[in-house]
């Protein structure tokens, strides 16, 4: 059981190249995210996808695109990247259960993706 | 938006000391996780809590949300605990983290 698993582990690209993150999750969750860390910071949320065939904007969608290409499997394309997205990158998972009337959602994170765009 | 504060921003302990780390936040949330950051920057999760008091091993955490805060105690701290502790309620919305550094 590998978890979330994400590809590559670094990168380097120059502005205005293209590319795109992989993350794949074998735990079977409906809903995934892609998140980004900053130096000295917590993470702040790019994209999610609720469920298979949905995706939305988090608090930081501009310069993204995201894939939701079956339940397994969430990417996150940088079209024409910029120095500013310099960051590493964090995919997750999770499953929503309820129990009564409250309902509950943990997060599962995979290894991270370091980028620099120089 | 929802606001996540954490208290303190650095902590340096000596080996087998305990600690409290606290996380404000300023609305009513139905997720809370805590997170351990270490120096590799790997996330591992600690404690899903959204409400209640669960403990593993040294660490403990205790959320009251009808109070808006959650605390993280670790017990006779070890290095391998360095590291930047991070809560994050909701979506999730993540505070800035607690940098805990234990020296031997």
């Known amino acids: 059981n590998a978890g979330v698993t994400q590809t590559p582990k670094f990168q380097v690209l120059k502005t205005g190249q293209s590319m795109t993150l992989q993350c794949a999750q074998d735990m079977n969750h409906n809903s995934m995210y892609w998140y980004r860390q900053d130096p000295g910071m917590g993470l702040r949320l790019i994209y999610y996808s609720a469920s298979e065939g949905t995706t939305d904007k988090g608090e930081v969608p501009n310069g993204y695109n995201v894939s939701r290409l079956n339940k397994r499997e969430f990417s996150l394309r940088l079209e024409s990247a910029a120095p500013s997205q310099t960051s590493v990158y964090f995919c997750a998972s999770s499953e929503r259960w309820t129990s009564g009337s409250s309902s509950y959602n943990e997060q599962f994170f995979g290894p991270g993706t370091r980028l620099t765009v120089l | 938006g929802i606001q996540v504060e954490q208290s303190p921003p650095d902590l340096i302990l000596q080996e087998g000391a305990n600690s409290t780390l606290r996380c404000n936040f300023s609305?009513?949330?139905?997720?809370l996780q805590w997170f351990h950051q270490n120096p590799w920057g790997q996330l591992i999760n600690l404690f899903y809590i959204p409400s209640g008091t669960k403990q593993n091993g040294r660490l403990s955490a205790t959320t009251v949300a009808t109070e808006r805060y959650s605390l993280l105690y670790i017990s006779s701290s070890q290095t391998t605990d360095s590291g930047v502790y991070f809560c994050a309620v909701f979506k999730l919305i993540f505070g800035t983290g607690t940098l805990l550094a234990v020296q031997p």
């Open positions: 609305d009513s949330v139905n997720n």
